[in-house]
Nanobody, 124 residues
Framework: QVQLVESGGGLVQAGGSLRLSCAAS????????MGWFRQAPGKEREFVAT????????YYADSVKGRFTISRDNAKNTVYLQMNSLKPEDTAVYYC?????????????????WGQGTQVTVSS
C-alpha cells in the first residue's frame, strides 16, 4: 500500500521559512517524479514544484521560483520543499504527490498517488 505522509507545516510570519517533508512508502521511490501542489481556501489546487525521477531536474511555478527549492533523497524515500521568503498568499494546504516515471509532470492528473496534505499559514 502506497503512503505519502507530509510534515513540517505550521504558522510562520511573512518573510520566514519552512521546510516541508514527504515520506513515501510502498513504492519504488526512485521510479517516481515527486511534486508539490497547494490549495488555498476557495481556490483550485495548483502546481508548486516537481523533481523528476531520471536526473532530479526541477521545475517550479512562476509564483514560487527563486523562493522555494524542491529536493529528494532516494535513500530516505523522502522529498522536501524548502520555502523561503514566505508571503501571506503562500497560505494553503500543501500536498505531495508521486508520478510514475514522470519527466516534467505539472498537472494533477499526471500523478498516481497523493498525500493527505499539511497546512501552511503565513501571517502578515
Amino acid at each position: 500500500q502506497v503512503q505519502l505522509v507530509e510534515s513540517g507545516g505550521g504558522l510562520v510570519q511573512a518573510g520566514g521559512s519552512l521546510r516541508l517533508s514527504c515520506a513515501a512508502s510502498g513504492l519504488t521511490f526512485s521510479s517516481y517524479a515527486m511534486g508539490w501542489f497547494r490549495q488555498a481556501p476557495g481556490k483550485e489546487r495548483e502546481f508548486v514544484a516537481t523533481i523528476n525521477w531520471r536526473d532530479s531536474k526541477t521545475y517550479y511555478a512562476d509564483s514560487v521560483k527563486g523562493r522555494f527549492t524542491i529536493s529528494r533523497d532516494n535513500a530516505k524515500n523522502t522529498v522536501y520543499l524548502q520555502m523561503n521568503s514566505l508571503k501571506p498568499e503562500d497560505t494553503a494546504v500543501y500536498y505531495c504527490a508521486a508520478a510514475y516515471y514522470g519527466d516534467r509532470p505539472m498537472r494533477s492528473h499526471e500523478y498516481n498517488y497523493w498525500g493527505q496534505g499539511t497546512q501552511v499559514t503565513v501571517s502578515s
